[in-house]
């Protein structure tokens, strides 16, 4: 694992951005597994810029999915990663993997494990920290899912931006430790003032399953990538 110490969230946004743009013109047809919401949307916003050519041959891995929000609803994780990774970064429709909350969880949950196990090592796996310590949906429990599962949602996670007030979401699906420990690189963000407690608690914490984020310490090519604000 390495500590990746920037000065600013634009700092940390462009760090991520030239590692997504640097993958894709190192491999073409390379695969990315990525989380939504505030953390990293800076730096999926800048990649274009930073791209010879459309990536229409990348795949793209969606990490999670709030169960109830179709893939029509702007709350979505879906139209989250259309608006910001799909669309302007030219993904082929064939090469975007990703849950549909709106359908059944379970059937969702086979449809995308199936996919994930017919994968290989996707190239890099971006995630933020959950208020929670959670990464994707994985939640602080006694035992953590391994594979792609529909999961019920903590407090934290149900406060999120994304939903708060406006849709009462009490599961999710996710993939699971395996799929995101299995990726040849992983990419923790974390920015904001308003992290600077959970980023303590993964800075001193020994690996524990109430602070899944503390799982990443243990990938054999990880990095912590934080902005000054979180110290």
């Known amino acids: 694992m390495q500590l990746v110490k920037l000065t600013t969230q634009e700092d ?4 991520v951005a030239q590692q997504i743009a640097d993958t894709i013109a190192r491999k073409e047809d ?3 597994i990525l989380a939504s919401g505030g953390t990293p949307t800076k730096a999926f916003d800048m990649v274009p810029s930073m791209l010879s050519s459309p990536a229409s041959q990348a795949k793209i891995i969606k990490l999670d999915e709030w169960v109830g929000l179709s893939n029509s609803d702007k709350d979505s994780c879906e139209h989250y990663l259309t ?18 909350g709106g359908e ?22 971006i995630i933020g920290l959950g208020m929670n310590g959670h990464i994707g949906f994985i939640e602080p429990n006694d035992g953590l899912p391994v594979n ?5 949602l903590h407090s934290a996670s149900k406060a999120h931006p994304m939903v708060s007030g406006k849709n009462n979401i009490e599961f999710g699906i996710s993939l699971g430790l395996q799929e995101i420990m299995s990726a040849k690189k992983v990419i923790l963000m974390v920015t904001g003032e308003h992290k600077k407690e959970i980023f ?3 800075l001193k914490s ?9 799982l990443v310490k243990i990938h054999p090519n990880a990095e ?8």
């Open 12 to 15: 940390v946004a462009a760090h």
């Open 104 to 125: 059944l969880p379970e059937t969702e949950v086979e449809r995308i494990q199936e996919v994930m196990d017919s994968m290989k090592n996707p190239d890099l796996c």
């Open 224 to 231: 912590i990538v934080y902005s000054e604000d979180v110290i």
């Open 148 to 152: 792609v599962s529909k999961v019920t």
């Open 206 to 214: 020994n690996v524990t399953t109430s602070l899944p984020a503390s």
């Open 83 to 100: 608006e910001h990774v799909v669309k302007p970064w030219g993904i082929q429709p064939e090469n975007y993997i990703a849950f549909d």
């Open 200 to 202: 303590d608690k993964l």
């Open 30 to 32: 390379a695969s990315f």
